[in-house]
């Protein structure tokens, strides 16, 4: 069986983020590129994931189950963990432009601190008014 060729490969030595997180997790796949990478994250998923996790400075709370081997696609790396999307979101962002619905199509932009007021005030509302 012939091997396709590849599309598109990443830049050996970049400074990307995939090149940060092959290098921080060098001692857990003893790797020398980024095929030997992929092939910790196929052979140690739960270990990979766990770590990419940890890597992208998910907030949670991060329940892995260790020994527990799951299949793609129906894993289940993370059962019983808890994230909040949103918290996730305004942490990381800069700024949010907003596209009002209407006639005006009026534009908002927020800084993250503004933002974040602004969902808060929202959650409080939502919360006081049972919603």
Not at 39 to 52: I, M, N, Q, T
Not at 82 to 101: D, Y
């Amino acid at each position: 069986m012939s091997k396709s060729k590849a599309i598109w490969s990443p830049q050996e030595k970049s400074n990307s983020l995939l090149q940060q997180f092959f290098n921080e997790t060098q001692s857990l796949h003893s790797g020398k590129d980024f095929s030997d990478l992929h092939a910790w994250s196929v052979h140690d998923s739960r270990k990979f994931w766990s770590e990419l996790w940890d890597f992208c400075g998910v907030i949670g709370t991060k329940v892995s189950k260790e020994g527990k081997e799951s299949i793609l696609p129906k894993a289940d790396y993370f059962e019983n963990s808890q994230i909040n999307l949103a918290e996730n979101i305004l942490q990381k962002m800069r700024s949010v432009t907003i596209l009002k619905a209407g006639e005006d199509r009026e534009m908002l932009e927020f800084n993250a601190s503004e933002f974040t007021e602004f969902v808060s005030y929202l959650v409080q509302l939502f919360e006081k008014n049972n919603i």
